[in-house]
């Protein structure tokens, strides 16, 4: 069994009251580590300790910063096999889904390890002769990055990356559930030559750490990715704290299905974006929109792959669907399906935990299939997080429109069509942050904006660098007058 401490200005401490807690492995209940469970104190100490960094580090080349984040990235690639290998132990999903989360993070590495040659502003004429101008990026200050437990390696290295190469300093919260890689993260920084300070690792759980880094006065940017329930509390909790926020929370995504599409590549991306994870991505599809005149086709299809798909633990590469996080989850997805049933949706298949031999010492729930979903119903409407997919029939392709934009999330859409026309149509008037022709809901890359529209966040984007520093940078206008007297713009414009 593993053991990690927090990481604090440089060094690895156990928390102010000496106190622990364990992870588990969400396939059988082993204990997989051993953390930190910290308090407001540790918290503190962190973010002093990134106070103190931040006057350095912001002064350090960026060149130089982003060669670290080379370093990391190269450390990554190394480690790889391990860390996913620790992953679907932590967190569940089946290996070489594993694999790919930290893929994710090597391409941040290298991909934003190049923006510190770059950090480009902007430069523009002036008004006036005899002057020049320009915009740069500062850095902000203090980080504290929340992150989830669905992604333990990809979505840090989205908040870390960018936060680090511009020249903040850090206070990281991983996920209580998978918080033994967050510590495993960290580690790599500091290896590849992070100096003290920079970035702090504070395990432990939202109600205390996260909490109280959202009321830290030292604390100057909060990146939260996690559920609409706890980023609405983000939103609350700090309203009057003078601080930048980023949050990137729920999803209820859709893949339309038109009557030209190419049903078999279909039903390929809706497997793997509904069953991929185990549901658990915040761009996971949990609705299908069908066209009428293919339905019945269409849901033999699906219901035959579904029957054969394999529960089990990630590990083993017979398994094509691993567990859930926790038990509460499997509850509150548990719940759904019986809501789902009480608004009078058709369970075709699923719908019930999964307890046979090995799978009862796990949290497993069978992928789920509802039909006859009006788009209306709370299971159509409400994320759920897990292996549940709503199928709702349409008749054109206005309709699937409507249809996809109706919830109060916008991530991620998907239509299958052969019909460039329409492809381009959907394109337009899907109303999420991101829109996939011909694939999946799932899969984005990390050089391209990643987020969504109305609930599903607050107007920020991660992943592309240049529009996630928005978030960890704060544009300064600069005014340079080499006239050599006193230039009134707007003012004196006839002096000239
Ligand atoms: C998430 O769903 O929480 O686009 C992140 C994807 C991954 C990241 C997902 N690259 O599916």
Known sequence: MREYMNYIDGKWVPSSTGETFKSINPAN????????????????????????????WRLYPAPRRGEILYEVGRILKERKEDLARLMTQEMGKVLT????????????????????????????????????????????????????????????TWKLMPAL?????????????????????????????????????????????????????????????????TGSQVLTQTASKNKKISLEMGGKNAITVMDDADIDLAIE????????????????????????????????KLLSRIQNLRLGDGLDPETDVGPVINERQLNKIHQYVGIGREEGAKLLIGGDRATDGELSKGFFYKPTLF???????????????????????????????????????GLSSSIYTRDINKAFRAMRDFNTGIVYINHGTIGAEVHLPFGGTKG??????????????????????????FSGRLQRAQIDIDKI
């Open 371 to 409: 039909t006859d979903v009006d788009p209306n119903m709370r299971i159509a409407q409400e994320e759920i997080f897990g292996p549940v997919l709503s199928m709702i029939t349409v008749n054109s392709l206005e309709e699937a429109i409507k249809v996809n934009n109706c919830t109060k999330y």
């Open 269 to 300: 991306g809706i497997l793997w974006s509904a069953f991929g994870t185990t549901g658990q991505r915040c761009t996971a599809c949990s609705r299908l929109i069908v066209h009428k005149s293919i339905r019945d086709t269409l849901t033999e």
């Open 165 to 229: 190469v511009a020249g903040n300093t850090v206070v990281f919260k991983p996920a209580s559930d998978t918080p033994a890689l967050g510590a495993e993260l960290v580690k790599i920084f500091e290896e590849a030559g992070l100096p003290p300070g920079v970035l702090n690792l504070v395990t432990g759980t939202g109600e205390e750490v996260g909490k109280a880094l959202l009321e830290h006065p030292g604390v100057d940017v909060i990146s939260f990715t996690g559920s609409t329930d």
């Open 97 to 156: 889904e594993a694999r790919g989360d930290v893929q994710e993070g090597i391409d941040m590495a290298f991909y934003v390890g190049g923006e510190g040659r770059r950090l480009f502003g902007v430069t523009t004429p002036s008004e006036m002769p005899n002057k020049f101008q320009m915009a740069v990026r500062d850095p902000v200050g203090v980080v504290a990055a929340i992150t989830p437990w669905n992604f333990p390696i990809a979505i840090p």
């Open 29 to 56: 209940g082993e204990v997989v580590a051993v953390l930190a469970k910290s308090s407001r104190e540790d918290v503190d100490k962190a973010v002093q300790a990134a106070r103190r960094a931040f006057d350095k």
């Open 456 to 481: 599903t966040g607050n107007g920020h984007r991660e992943g592309a660098v240049w529009a996630a520093l928005d978030v960890f940078t704060e544009w300064k206008s600069v005014y340079i007058d």
